[in-house]
């Protein structure tokens, strides 16, 4: 197990407080915007939807407590904080998702074999595997919401998927992040075997959801093998992010300012609603 090391904690205090300017963002997500969905749009996306907001949903439990265990090796409590912090921004999406379908009159699905499968995955071994998994998800979550927002002509789904995208690029990041304090000691024969495990993962679930979400893709112009090569380009760009040097979050300060400012002045306006 790797030892305490100070970039490594920096690294993780980044990510803990750029998950927190998020958490703390406003939602300007025009959810007074008339337009519905058309019957057939609603039909196209319906399934898909469900099963993406299913597995947005997801609690981690068992993820956390691995990464309390490795923050707990490596003396790194942002670590686990961080990892916290992603978990709830996912259930944000969760959410996100749950509302635009509650008004659109599409029920929320309570569990899917797709689901199943990768919760049971993430259970079976140790902290890098339930984040590889995971990373599966993330990485075919991009072409995913590209292809969902242009699916239909809903400004308020678009808006949705543009600020779940926005998120999702930040967590391939932060993924790429923390396995490389996973894999930081590990002989570059045995990453090269990982990379390629991996690989045959992803294809295999790229299979399946082209299989359960073809449709959406379709609608928004889609091919299959551009769909593929998206989602290997991604896999590619992160895999060699992965061990060359720390991957702060960057946030540009004037960003953090407004989102501080905007929650002061809601906070203030609570506060004052509450007097009255
Ligand atoms: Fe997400
Ligand atoms: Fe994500």
Not at 38 to 63: D, K, M, P, V, Y
Request: charged letters at 25%; one cysteine or more; aromatic letters at 10%.
């Amino acid at each position: 197990m790797p030892d305490s090391d100070d970039s490594a904690v920096s690294e993780s205090a980044s990510w803990r407080r750029y998950f927190l300017s998020r958490a703390a963002a406003s939602d300007p997500l025009p959810w007074n915007d008339p337009t519905a969905l058309t019957r057939e749009e609603a039909q196209c996306i319906q399934s898909s939807i469900q099963q993406f907001q299913l597995g947005e949903g997801a609690r981690g439990s068992r993820l956390l407590k691995r990464g309390q265990d490795f923050a707990n090796a490596t003396e790194n409590p942002h670590f686990v904080d961080a990892l916290a912090l992603f978990v709830k921004e996912e259930q944000r999406h969760s959410a996100c998702l749950l509302r635009f379908m509650q008004r659109e009159s599409i029920p929320a699905a309570f569990s899917h074999w797709v689901d199943t499968v990768f919760r049971r995955l993430r259970v079976l071994a140790g902290l890098e595997l339930s984040l590889r998994v995971l990373l599966s998800a993330e990485i075919i979550a991009i072409p995913y919401y590209r292809a969902l927002g242009a699916a239909t002509r809903s400004p308020l789904l678009q808006a949705i998927c543009n600020r779940i995208l926005e998120d999702e690029a930040a967590h391939l990041r932060f993924q790429a992040s923390m396995l490389s304090r996973i894999s930081a000691r590990r002989p570059f024969f045995a990453d090269r075997i990982v990379n390629g495990m991996h690989r045959v993962f992803l294809l295999i679930t790229c299979v399946v959801v082209w299989f359960e979400h073809g449709r959406v893709f379709r609608a928004s112009g889609y091919a299959r093998a551009g769909f593929l090569a998206e989602t290997f380009w991604e896999f590619d760009r992160l895999e060699n992010a992965v061990g060359r040097g720390p991957l702060l979050a960057r946030i540009p300060e004037a960003e953090v300012q407004e989102e501080r400012s905007a929650s002061l002045a809601r906070a203030e306006n609570v506060t004052v609603e509450s007097r009255d």
